[in-house]
């Protein structure tokens, strides 16, 4: 159980539970710090701490007329910041709450911390309120926040003497090349080596990774972590909103920081306006830490991740997703192309036919979506034909749906048309309707807009009893919107959460509705929108080699079980080619694609066992935990390696070898060490010109393939003698 206390002699908080502890300085001539974070050790001595003049606040804060002191581009050095001061702190079950107040301006921020018990893990935030005291010499009517960090700490520095000490592993995104992981030391990331006491200030130097507008991964990906380069410590974060995050590594007078941030008024023109007895919430974030490398951390936040994710009961039933788009259809369904599609993708098993882009227009569609009716030229005999002949397969009809904008030519973006949503309905700036990519935006604060878009959920539901709704998201929003006298930012960060609570109204009413996450790909790869949705796309990649990379690298973004990963064999391809598209999809979600219906009773064997491959995964992978034999894989790599470890300690490993990479590869597996084990292949169920051979010694696996690239296995390791007692020591005789 958590768990606060203070060590004699120390003004000190320590808080956590078996997994991790943390240590906070609630001096009161400081800001609170939190000093101390790692598993507890064994004699209860605890974590180690930060000395005085390595520590970071916990808070910054900055307002209009309050910047920073040194001033610059850091979110650091707040002045507000610096003068917070520890008012109390409260522990609830497995929640801490430290509230800090600045006397001078009547800003009082907590801190919120929700331990996961067991994880090593916790989730945060921060919650501002202003109460100015007139009898303090506070009179202001309001104050504008510009700044408000989620967290901030410098706590790791007690794993190295300095930032020398230290990696980030991070991953750039963006479409059809999402999560393209890098790890790099800090200084060559960005922290420049000045001479601290020669210059008599803290470096200006920092490490700043952040995403714009309402796609929270349309550059960058939330997750990332600190890697100690000793090897047996890391931290990993990842901000949990679906519009503007940052993070920001630096270094302080002796010392250095992380800090965790929403959206801000230098990146994304946010800023509030808070008076007396008003309050504001920051983002949520996640950390997690681990005695160990990016395996290890990763495995904690998967852990987290589960944790915080709000599972319903539809979410568990994890079906098999036919989707008519990628390498097939691509937005141009009609009754005569979907019903031989419909009849193959049943022989093959799928649970889920979803009809893609098209279904709602009769001509070019892009500019004019928004009503969200099937076209009359597509389904001569109505879209209920077709859905039919899903349900008659005992299939679930799904549709493609875009709900977030109207496009500039739809009767319900043209006033003339007598049908139009009121102005209020879509984003603007200064008055003036914004437009991007031939559609207007959606601004859910708004009840009109909010109704158009609960309507047209409810009416697919109730007219064509809709079970599977892929949601996509194809137009960035830009800053956001100052409708309501907002500033842009501040309009975004209201309207997201807006359609957090929109998602939340249509599960409520439609318990057994499942709906995919997707934005242009991954576009929209965030734990706000993930906790509550069913399925992630991982990309709109069409070529199945470089998607490799992409499904590998998926799980250390999100859950293994949400990764949609595109499996899109190709008809008339060669069998090494069709296996290493289905490969890609075994061990995430495997969305199946490509025209089943033209293919040899030999090929649609094979994606039958594809399916059934990937079935008995779903058996175990909301248990299972990803690990990455060969490290997260760059964008070329040649050899490709991911693994999931299933509870009962057996492992499954897909290997891609792309053109260019030699015909054997090493595959460590440290944890079957002075092990015996059994590699058998898992899909296909046979070898087929691969072969390998273990050294338990060294606990690596050599594999050998004489098929050239591109090609793909995925295996099973087996654990085939007890595993090796731990090696006693003195004290243990």
């Not at 929270?216 to 519009?243: C, R």
């Not at 599609?341 to 649970?351: C, E, F, N, Q």
């Not at 009893?465 to 960035?476: L, Q, S, V, Y």
């Not at 391809?573 to 069709?578: A, F, N």
Request: hydrophobic fraction near 45%; charge should be negative.
């Amino acid at each position: 159980m958590p768990e606060a206390l203070g060590r004699p002699g120390d003004d000190v908080l320590v808080w956590g539970d078996d997994a991790l502890e943390l240590v906070f300085a609630i001096g009161r001539d400081a800001p609170v710090s939190l000093i101390g974070l790692r598993a507890p050790g064994a004699s209860r001595t605890g974590a180690a701490v930060l000395a005085p003049a390595l520590r970071q606040p916990l808070v910054e804060i900055s307002a209009f007329g309050h910047g920073r002191f040194p001033g610059g581009f850091r979110n650091v050095d707040t002045v507000i910041g610096a003068r917070l001061r520890h008012e109390s702190h409260v522990v609830e079950k497995h929640t801490l709450r430290i509230r800090q107040r600045d006397e001078e301006t009547g800003l009082a921020v907590t801190s919120v911390f929700e331990v996961t018990p067991g994880v090593g893990g916790f989730r945060t935030w921060s919650e501002v309120s202003y109460a100015p005291s007139p009898a303090g010499g506070v009179e202001a009517a309001s104050i504008v926040l510009d700044f408000l960090s989620t967290f901030a700490t410098g706590a790791f520095l007690t794993e190295a003497p300095d930032v020398e000490g230290f990696q980030l592993a991070s991953a750039a995104n963006d479409w059809v090349s999402e999560g393209r992981w890098s790890t790099r030391s800090l200084r060559d990331s960005g922290l420049a080596r000045i001479d601290r006491d020669l210059q008599h200030h803290p470096p200006r130097s920092r490490i700043h990774v952040a995403d714009r507008g309402s796609w929270s991964s349309g550059e960058h990906v939330p997750t990332a972590a600190l890697l100690a380069e000793s090897g047996d410590y890391a931290l990993a974060w990842q901000i949990e909103h679906n519009g503007p995050w940052g993070f920001e590594i630096g270094e302080t007078r002796h010392g250095a920081y992380l800090l965790l941030t929403g959206p801000t008024d230098q990146d994304n023109q946010w800023s509030v306006r808070l008076r007396p007895g008003d309050s504001f919430t920051s983002v949520p974030a996640s950390v997690v830490v681990a005695s160990g490398g990016m395996d290890e951390v990763l495995a904690r936040m998967t852990s987290q991740r589960r944790a915080v994710r709000h599972v319903r009961a539809a979410d568990r039933r994890l079906p098999v997703v036919f989707n008519d788009y990628m390498n097939t259809l691509m937005g141009d369904p009609t009754t005569e192309k979907l019903l031989p599609l419909i009849d193959a993708a049943a022989a093959a098993g799928v649970d889920i036919f979803c009809i893609d882009a098209g279904w709602y227009a009769d001509g070019s569609w892009w500019d004019s979506v928004g009503e969200w009716r099937p076209a009359a030229r597509r389904f001569p005999g109505g879209i209920e034909e077709v859905i039919d002949r899903i349900r008659s397969h005992g299939m679930v009809a799904g549709l493609w749906l875009e709900p977030e904008v109207i496009g500039v030519r739809s009767p319900l973006a043209v006033a003339s048309s007598g049908r139009a949503l009121p102005d209020s309905a879509f984003f603007s700036r200064g008055g003036v309707r914004l437009a991007e990519h031939g559609r207007h935006l959606l601004d859910l604060r708004d009840p009109a807009a909010r109704g158009h878009v609960d309507a047209v959920v409810d009416r697919l539901v109730a007219d064509y009893g809709i079970g599977f709704i892929k949601m996509d998201d194809n137009t960035m929003t830009g800053p956001g919107t100052d409708a309501g006298g907002l500033a842009p930012g501040a309009g975004l960060l209201e309207h997201n959460r807006a359609l957090l609570a929109v998602i939340d109204g249509w599960q409520a009413r439609h318990p057994e509705l499942l709906i995919e996450s997707c934005a242009s790909g991954a576009m929209r790869l965030d734990q706000a929108m993930l906790s509550r949705l069913h399925l992630q796309s991982t990309s709109d990649q069409q070529d199945p080699v470089m998607y490799a990379t992409i499904a590998a690298a998926a799980p250390a973004a999100i859950l293994p079980e949400q990764a949609g990963n595109w499996a899109y064999p190709v008809a008339g391809s060669s069998r090494e080619e069709m296996v290493f598209a289905l490969v890609n999809g075994i061990l995430g979600r495997l969305y199946l694609s490509g025209y089943l219906n033209r293919m040899t009773a030999d090929e649609q064997a094979l994606v039958r066992a594809a399916v059934d491959a990937h079935r008995r995964v779903l058996t175990t992978i909301e248990r299972a935990v990803p690990f990455w034999p060969l490290g997260l894989p760059a964008w070329e790599t040649p050899w490709v390696a991911l693994g999931l470890r299933e509870p009962a300690g057996s492992a499954l490993v897909s290997l891609w070898r792309r053109p260019g990479a030699a015909d054997e590869v090493v595959i460590p597996l440290p944890f079957h060490r002075g092990e015996e084990i059994e590699v058998e292949p898992f899909f296909p169920d046979s070898a087929d010109g691969w072969s390998w051979r273990w050294d338990a010694a060294a606990g690596e696996l050599a594999v050998t393939v004489a098929v050239p690239a591109p090609t793909a296995r995925v295996l099973r390791v087996t654990r085939t003698s007890p595993a090796p007692s731990p090696e006693r020591t003195p004290d243990d005789q």
